[in-house]
Protein backbone atom coordinates (compact mmCIF):
# COMPACT_ATOMS: atom_id res chain seq x y z
CA UNK A 1 0.00 0.00 0.00
CA UNK A 2 1.37 3.09 -0.43
CA UNK A 3 2.40 5.48 2.33
CA UNK A 4 0.50 8.78 1.53
CA UNK A 5 2.92 10.54 4.28
CA UNK A 6 5.88 9.02 3.14
CA UNK A 7 4.97 10.56 -0.48
CA UNK A 8 4.29 14.05 1.06
CA UNK A 9 7.52 13.71 2.60
CA UNK A 10 9.88 13.01 -0.36
CA UNK A 11 7.93 15.13 -2.69
CA UNK A 12 8.73 18.20 0.06
CA UNK A 13 12.36 17.37 -0.13
CA UNK A 14 12.78 17.24 -4.02
CA UNK A 15 11.30 20.79 -3.37
CA UNK A 16 13.54 21.57 -0.89
CA UNK A 17 16.72 20.00 -3.13
CA UNK A 18 15.80 22.05 -5.92
CA UNK A 19 18.47 24.84 -7.02
CA UNK A 20 20.81 23.60 -4.57
CA UNK A 21 24.66 22.27 -5.19
CA UNK A 22 24.91 18.59 -5.11
CA UNK A 23 27.92 15.53 -5.11
CA UNK A 24 27.01 13.06 -7.51
CA UNK A 25 28.24 9.11 -6.84
CA UNK A 26 27.76 6.00 -8.46
CA UNK A 27 25.39 3.40 -6.93
CA UNK A 28 28.91 2.11 -5.43
CA UNK A 29 29.83 5.38 -3.78
CA UNK A 30 32.08 6.47 -6.58
CA UNK A 31 32.77 10.20 -7.20
CA UNK A 32 31.55 11.64 -10.48
CA UNK A 33 30.71 15.11 -10.46
CA UNK A 34 29.29 18.46 -8.85
CA UNK A 35 25.98 18.81 -10.13
CA UNK A 36 23.19 21.40 -9.59
CA UNK A 37 19.54 20.28 -9.43
CA UNK A 38 17.45 22.64 -11.56
CA UNK A 39 13.97 21.86 -11.54
CA UNK A 40 11.45 18.99 -9.98
CA UNK A 41 8.61 17.36 -10.86
CA UNK A 42 6.76 16.27 -7.47
CA UNK A 43 3.98 13.89 -9.80
CA UNK A 44 6.67 11.96 -11.39
CA UNK A 45 9.00 12.33 -8.55
CA UNK A 46 11.51 13.41 -11.13
CA UNK A 47 14.93 15.91 -10.66
CA UNK A 48 16.28 17.65 -13.95
CA UNK A 49 20.44 17.16 -13.02
CA UNK A 50 22.92 19.78 -14.31
CA UNK A 51 27.03 19.76 -14.22
CA UNK A 52 28.10 22.61 -11.97
CA UNK A 53 30.63 23.14 -13.97
CA UNK A 54 28.55 23.57 -17.32
CA UNK A 55 30.52 20.98 -18.79
CA UNK A 56 28.49 18.33 -20.94
CA UNK A 57 26.93 15.07 -19.23
CA UNK A 58 29.28 12.36 -19.52
CA UNK A 59 28.33 9.83 -22.52
CA UNK A 60 27.74 6.37 -19.91
CA UNK A 61 25.17 8.10 -17.77
CA UNK A 62 22.48 6.50 -19.74
CA UNK A 63 19.00 5.25 -19.03
CA UNK A 64 18.64 3.38 -15.77
CA UNK A 65 21.79 4.44 -14.65
CA UNK A 66 21.61 4.17 -11.01
CA UNK A 67 23.01 7.31 -9.08
CA UNK A 68 23.15 8.90 -5.17
CA UNK A 69 23.17 12.84 -4.67
CA UNK A 70 23.82 13.94 -1.29
CA UNK A 71 22.71 17.65 -1.24
CA UNK A 72 24.13 19.73 2.12
CA UNK A 73 21.21 21.35 3.13
CA UNK A 74 20.78 23.92 6.49
CA UNK A 75 21.09 23.59 10.04
CA UNK A 76 24.05 20.83 9.18
CA UNK A 77 21.82 18.42 7.40
CA UNK A 78 22.69 16.25 4.52
CA UNK A 79 19.98 15.36 1.48
CA UNK A 80 20.41 12.02 0.54
CA UNK A 81 18.87 11.42 -3.07
CA UNK A 82 18.99 7.90 -4.81
CA UNK A 83 17.37 6.88 -8.15
CA UNK A 84 17.83 6.33 -11.72
CA UNK A 85 18.74 8.24 -14.91
CA UNK A 86 15.17 8.48 -17.25
CA UNK A 87 16.34 10.62 -19.69
CA UNK A 88 19.81 12.01 -21.03
CA UNK A 89 21.23 14.75 -22.56
CA UNK A 90 24.08 16.76 -23.67
CA UNK A 91 22.54 19.57 -21.35
CA UNK A 92 21.10 17.92 -18.29
CA UNK A 93 19.70 14.23 -16.71
CA UNK A 94 16.43 13.37 -15.82
CA UNK A 95 16.41 11.72 -12.49
CA UNK A 96 13.44 9.01 -11.33
CA UNK A 97 13.90 9.36 -7.82
CA UNK A 98 13.48 6.59 -5.60
CA UNK A 99 14.39 7.69 -2.06
CA UNK A 100 15.24 11.13 -0.81
CA UNK A 101 15.64 11.15 3.42
CA UNK A 102 17.49 14.04 5.27
CA UNK A 103 20.61 12.63 7.54
CA UNK A 104 22.30 14.63 10.04
CA UNK A 105 25.95 14.62 9.03
CA UNK A 106 27.33 17.99 8.97
CA UNK A 107 30.63 19.51 7.53
CA UNK A 108 32.43 17.03 9.14
CA UNK A 109 30.77 14.23 5.98
CA UNK A 110 33.58 15.85 3.65
CA UNK A 111 36.51 16.27 6.39
CA UNK A 112 39.35 14.43 5.13
CA UNK A 113 42.16 13.95 7.62
CA UNK A 114 45.74 15.02 5.40
CA UNK A 115 48.61 15.45 7.41
CA UNK A 116 51.20 16.69 4.90
CA UNK A 117 53.72 19.84 4.20
CA UNK A 118 51.94 22.76 3.29
CA UNK A 119 53.40 26.63 2.59
CA UNK A 120 51.00 29.53 2.97
CA UNK A 121 52.65 32.04 0.25
CA UNK A 122 50.85 34.86 0.80
CA UNK A 123 48.62 36.66 3.59
CA UNK A 124 46.65 38.93 2.74
CA UNK A 125 48.29 39.65 -0.71
CA UNK A 126 51.91 40.21 1.00
CA UNK A 127 54.70 37.21 0.59
CA UNK A 128 54.75 34.80 3.14
CA UNK A 129 56.41 31.28 2.80
CA UNK A 130 55.30 29.90 6.07
CA UNK A 131 55.30 26.30 6.36
CA UNK A 132 52.37 25.02 7.82
CA UNK A 133 51.01 21.61 8.19
CA UNK A 134 47.05 20.90 6.34
CA UNK A 135 45.58 18.89 9.05
CA UNK A 136 42.51 18.14 7.08
CA UNK A 137 40.27 19.74 4.32
CA UNK A 138 36.63 19.42 3.22
CA UNK A 139 34.59 20.87 0.81
CA UNK A 140 33.95 24.26 2.48
CA UNK A 141 37.28 24.70 4.05
CA UNK A 142 41.13 23.60 5.38
CA UNK A 143 42.27 23.04 8.63
CA UNK A 144 46.53 24.09 9.27
CA UNK A 145 48.68 24.44 12.00
CA UNK A 146 51.66 26.45 11.77
CA UNK A 147 53.80 28.62 14.19
CA UNK A 148 52.50 31.93 12.81
CA UNK A 149 50.13 34.06 14.49
CA UNK A 150 47.21 35.16 12.31
CA UNK A 151 44.17 36.81 13.38
CA UNK A 152 40.52 35.94 12.01
CA UNK A 153 39.44 37.38 8.51
CA UNK A 154 43.49 37.06 7.35
CA UNK A 155 43.31 35.60 4.06
CA UNK A 156 45.92 33.06 3.04
CA UNK A 157 47.01 31.75 -0.20
CA UNK A 158 48.14 27.90 -1.16
CA UNK A 159 50.20 27.43 -4.25
CA UNK A 160 51.16 24.73 -5.81
CA UNK A 161 49.98 22.30 -2.55
CA UNK A 162 49.20 18.79 -2.99
CA UNK A 163 46.95 16.97 -0.37
CA UNK A 164 47.90 13.42 -1.27
CA UNK A 165 51.13 11.65 -2.74
CA UNK A 166 50.96 12.11 -6.53
CA UNK A 167 47.58 14.05 -6.34
CA UNK A 168 47.56 17.30 -8.45
CA UNK A 169 48.40 20.89 -7.35
CA UNK A 170 46.15 23.17 -6.11
CA UNK A 171 46.17 26.95 -5.91
CA UNK A 172 43.99 28.06 -2.98
CA UNK A 173 43.05 30.91 -1.29
CA UNK A 174 41.11 30.79 2.40
CA UNK A 175 40.31 33.21 5.04
CA UNK A 176 40.89 32.73 8.80
CA UNK A 177 37.77 31.41 10.41
CA UNK A 178 38.85 30.56 13.96
CA UNK A 179 42.06 30.27 15.92
CA UNK A 180 41.94 26.91 18.16
CA UNK A 181 43.92 26.64 21.37
CA UNK A 182 47.79 27.05 21.07
CA UNK A 183 50.15 23.85 21.58
CA UNK A 184 53.15 24.81 22.63
CA UNK A 185 55.17 26.90 19.48
CA UNK A 186 52.05 25.55 17.13
CA UNK A 187 48.62 27.69 16.64
CA UNK A 188 45.87 26.10 14.88
CA UNK A 189 43.24 27.34 12.76
CA UNK A 190 40.59 26.54 10.76
CA UNK A 191 39.99 28.68 7.09
CA UNK A 192 36.90 28.65 4.68
CA UNK A 193 37.59 28.36 1.04
CA UNK A 194 37.31 31.71 -0.82
CA UNK A 195 36.87 32.46 -4.50
CA UNK A 196 36.87 29.21 -5.70
CA UNK A 197 35.45 28.72 -9.30
CA UNK A 198 33.37 25.76 -10.63
CA UNK A 199 36.10 24.09 -12.09
CA UNK A 200 38.55 24.21 -8.75
CA UNK A 201 35.78 23.58 -6.20
CA UNK A 202 35.05 20.01 -8.66
CA UNK A 203 38.70 19.47 -8.77
CA UNK A 204 38.73 19.79 -4.64
CA UNK A 205 35.56 17.89 -4.55
CA UNK A 206 37.42 14.85 -6.22
CA UNK A 207 40.63 15.27 -4.08
CA UNK A 208 38.55 14.96 -0.95
CA UNK A 209 36.80 11.53 -1.86
CA UNK A 210 40.02 10.58 -3.66
CA UNK A 211 41.80 10.81 0.08
CA UNK A 212 38.81 9.18 1.39
CA UNK A 213 39.53 6.38 -0.76
CA UNK A 214 42.93 6.00 -0.11
CA UNK A 215 44.95 4.37 3.20
CA UNK A 216 45.35 6.27 6.15
CA UNK A 217 47.27 9.18 6.57
CA UNK A 218 50.61 8.37 9.07
CA UNK A 219 50.94 11.78 10.79
CA UNK A 220 54.52 10.74 12.41
CA UNK A 221 56.42 13.62 10.52
CA UNK A 222 54.42 16.36 11.17
CA UNK A 223 56.52 17.80 14.17
CA UNK A 224 59.46 17.14 12.00
CA UNK A 225 58.22 19.70 9.65
CA UNK A 226 56.92 22.43 11.61
CA UNK A 227 60.00 22.08 13.62
CA UNK A 228 62.39 21.86 10.92
CA UNK A 229 63.79 18.33 12.38
CA UNK A 230 64.21 15.64 9.92
Same mark, same amino acid.
Given at each position: ??????????? *???????????????????????????????????????????????????? *????????????????????????????????????????????????????????? /??????????????????????????????????????????????????????????????? /????????????? *??????????????????????????????????
Amino acid at each position: MFDADSGLKKG *SLLKEVTGKRCTVFSHHNLFLFLGKLSSHDDHQDQLVLERYDGDEMEGFLVA *STPLKLHVPLNNDTLGVVEGQVSQWSREFLVLDVFTAVKKNEGRAYFRQNVGRAGSV /ERVNGQKAGHRCTVVDISATGVAITCRQDYEVGDLLEFSHQRFRPGGPEHQLKCRVARKGPTQ /EDLRFYGCQWVGL *SPKAEEKLFQEVFAIQAAEPVSYTHLRAHETGRN
